[in-house]
């Protein structure tokens, strides 16, 4: 079993910027593919971003460019910076791991309004 922590949401004006960080409990948690999603009330959960075991990286077009993610497997945590946050960003902010088996952390919320 890993579990998985996000924290770093909150409530930011538009243009401005979060941080979001997923701490997982085991270092095994390295040899897993990793992705944030987010699901906006009565919509849908959607992948945002994804980095591979190797380090690639893939992002939903809504926020290229806006968003990054990265890892840090000395920590056992991955990492979702957001910049220039548009209230159409407002959601619950999920962090998942996946191998042959996945997990999903309890989520954090993002919201974006002036």
């Known amino acids: 079993q890993v579990q998985l922590v996000e924290s770093g949401g909150g409530l930011v004006q538009p243009g401005g910027s979060l941080r979001l960080s997923c701490a997982a409990s085991?270092?095994?948690?390295?040899?897993?593919?990793k992705g944030w999603y987010r699901q906006a009330p009565g919509k849908q959960r959607e992948l945002v971003a994804s980095?591979?075991?190797?380090?690639?990286?893939n992002y939903a077009d809504s926020v290229k460019g806006r968003f990054t993610i990265s890892r840090d497997n000395a920590k056992n945590t991955v990492y979702l910076q957001m910049n220039n946050l548009k209230p159409e960003d407002t959601a619950v902010y999920y962090c998942?791991?996946?191998?042959?088996?996945?997990?999903w952390g309890r989520g954090t919320q993002v919201a974006v309004s002036s």
């Open positions: 980095i591979t075991n190797s380090g690639s990286t």
């Open positions: 085991r270092s095994i948690f390295r040899f897993y593919d």
């Open positions: 998942n791991a996946h191998l042959t088996d996945e997990y």
